[in-house]
């Protein structure tokens, strides 16, 4: 979802329809899934707002209007419904992969790295329960300004799945909205300086904001981003995790000075990332292994990012060194 500033101040929020009956009577639908794109935009509106206010605030610290008007400047912010699956969604998905390949292998339509493409498909997910250390997200910096997301909302699915009777009698499963196992969001932060782990708590009705790695860079250091993942609830495999999100960066084009910048932050154990006590709490020291682990995902700030790189530029070699490939970023 793109949630551009113009319509915020606008206020040019989407309308739901009236609904026709068949006996020429209008009533407005109440069906609650015909106003959820309006909701979510409403909500993205709602945070995008809070960000701007923020970086209001962080610049009249800082001095000059940096991070305000980088945000302006992008037009848009990003608005994604992140879902972390399951082993219930994980059994989903791989016999869907399977009945997708055995469809096209019965038309005659798989070719070899098809097939190979679908076998990988079908086994990366009964393997992701056991790597990664039971993470759902792997350790990493977020690269733009600032990123706020909704606490959390569980979903506990039966330990039962059943096969539907529709849609070619794809897979399903019963899932219930359910309290976090341990009053927990199960989103941790790496503080690499002091080598400790530290685990978020939020109120249900709360907002997260984490600062991401250009709010860092454009402050000269003054904010520090968050080196963060998302954990699994350990013992616990039918827990899905639900959360909408919105990014906001600069535009493309904004261009990085590292004039002023200290040089010694650009490593990574210097990114420490600035906790405040309220709405963490210490999970101990971090095995030593663990640690070098960290160090090894997360690649430093220094090889990512060059003086006069635009945000493009860096955002483009950030997910390259992170995933691989041309760090191309996705339309969807």
């Known amino acids: 979802m793109q949630l551009k500033y113009e319509q915020y101040y606008e206020r040019s929020y989407c309308q739901v329809d009236d609904v026709e009956f068949d006996n020429g009577d209008k009533e407005v639908d109440q069906d609650p899934f015909k106003k959820l794109g309006c909701t979510f935009k409403e909500l993205g509106y709602c945070m995008m707002d809070l960000g701007l206010r923020l970086a209001q605030i962080c610049d009249k610290i800082i001095g000059g209007q940096e991070l305000q008007q ?106 219930h909205e359910f309290p976090s196992p341990s009053g927990h969001t199960y989103l941790q932060i790496f503080d690499p300086k002091r080598n400790q782990v530290f685990m978020v708590k939020a109120p249900s009705e709360s907002l997260i904001l984490q600062v991401g790695e250009a709010a860092d860079i454009l402050s000269k250091g003054k904010l ?61 020291q971090v095995p030593e292994e663990l640690s070098h682990e960290i160090q090894k995902i997360v690649p430093p700030l220094f090889s990512r990012l060059k003086d006069g790189m635009t945000f493009a530029e860096f955002s483009r070699e950030t997910t390259k060194q992170y995933y691989g490939g041309k760090g191309l970023q996705s339309n969807r």
Not at 256 to 265: A, G, I, N, R, T
């Open 70 to 175: 980088s945000l302006l400047e992008s037009g848009t912010a990003k608005g994604r419904l992140i879902h972390y699956h399951s082993s219930g969604d994980n059994y989903v998905v791989r016999e869907a992969a399977k009945k997708s390949g055995q469809a096209k292998a019965r038309n005659g339509k798989v070719k070899k790295n098809e097939q190979a493409g679908l076998k990988q498909q079908g086994t990366e997910v009964s393997k992701d329960q056991s790597s990664d250390n039971g993470l759902w997200q792997q350790w990493h910096y977020d690269y733009g300004i600032f990123t706020l997301l909704t606490v959390p909302m569980f979903l506990l699915s039966s330990h039962q799945e059943t096969l539907a009777a529709v849609n070619n009698d794809s897979p399903v499963s019963s899932e």
């Open 224 to 284: 520090r981003a968050t080196l963060h993942c998302v954990c699994r609830p350990p013992k616990i495999e039918n827990y899905s995790r639900e959360t909408f999100v919105v990014f906001l960066q600069p535009a493309w084009s904004k261009q990085f000075s590292l004039l002023d910048y200290p040089l010694e932050l650009l490593a990574l154990s210097g990114q420490q990332c600035g906790l405040c006590s309220n709405g963490t709490e210490q999970s101990g």
